[in-house]
């Protein structure tokens, strides 16, 4: 254990959040996600994980060290419903409500269709499953920056 660092944060998920640059994006995903073949093809090549937990609970604990990248409109990302792109689940509401707390703001969750975000998980840094298993818990964050602090 660690202090000031949610539990949830493994050793392998710690070593990916912080080897990310500005700019590069991950992926949370439920477990009906095709996880580890997507995450062969990403930067990190191998497939993380934070089990046993929702998809809210893991997305809280990465917001917990990671910030959003503030420079482009789609740093936050939701798997579109099929057929139904304006649909917003009760997983994917409670994913906004844990970036809008962990960001201080509202920042809404862009929509992407579902095969457009396989597309986007493969080119992502990472993948990381949790234990989600309700359908559309899927998720793109891209990393931002800290400021220097000031003296």
């Given at each position: 254990m660690l202090k000031n660092i949610d539990p949830l944060l493994n050793a392998d998920v710690l070593h990916a959040l912080r080897a990310m640059g500005h700019g590069d994006r991950l992926v949370i995903c439920d477990t009906n996600f095709p996880a580890d073949s997507v995450a062969r093809q990403t930067s990190i090549?191998?497939?993380l994980r934070i089990d046993g937990v929702d998809s809210a609970a893991?997305?809280?604990a990465i917001l917990s060290v990671m910030p959003l990248d503030t420079f482009i409109d789609d740093a936050a990302m939701r798997m579109e419903v099929v057929g139904n792109?304006?649909?917003i689940p009760a997983v994917q509401k409670e994913v906004q409500a844990e970036i809008d707390r962990a960001e201080g703001k509202s920042w809404p969750l862009v929509p992407v269709?579902?095969?457009a975000f396989y597309e986007l998980a493969k080119k992502s840094y990472c993948v990381i499953t949790t234990g989600?298993?309700?359908f559309y818990g899927c998720f793109l964050l891209t990393k931002g920056v800290?400021?220097?602090e000031a003296k």
């Open positions: 090549g191998k497939l893991a997305v809280r792109p304006i649909e269709e579902r095969m989600e298993r309700r800290i400021p220097p």
